[in-house]
């Protein structure tokens, strides 16, 4: 395995480690002719990164670890999922969601908590894993009202969304 170049709407065209690209054993929901992704940093000390399509050059999805932002992120993964990622270590999964940002007023940003990327770091084998019977949903919001209000708007991030 070597390199490849990936043109990207964002980035331009890059150049990737092909042993960095995570493949998806089923597709992201609504996305089934998107498999491969890369992830690329937004910028140093985000909590963000972006997982851009290797494929389709104007896709490109905002996630971050929910953690980051003091949320109790925890859910158990099924034997099947496990199976499905060659997952034997909890150590091994790499564990993000997708943030919707909007344009208009970035500080109303949410994740899906309920439908996560598993990602097995060792092998690079994805899933999105829908939770059942969860008390996660699919647009929580990443600050709070109260957090925001005593934030100044510069220190929301830019992700060009």
Known sequence: MGHIKISTTRFGEIEVDEKLIVS???????FENENRFIILDHSEDSPFKWFQSVDSPGLAFVITNPKLFGIDYEFSLSEEVAKKLSLTSADDALVVTIVNIPQNNPGLMTANLLGPIII????????????????????????????????PSSAIADTGE
């Open 24 to 30: 998806f054993s089923e597709p992201i929901l609504g």
């Open 120 to 151: 097995n770091e060792k092998n690079k084998m994805a899933v999105q894993h829908v939770l059942s019977e969860s008390k996660f949903d699919t647009k929580t919001r990443l600050i709070p009202d109260d957090t925001l209000a005593s934030q």
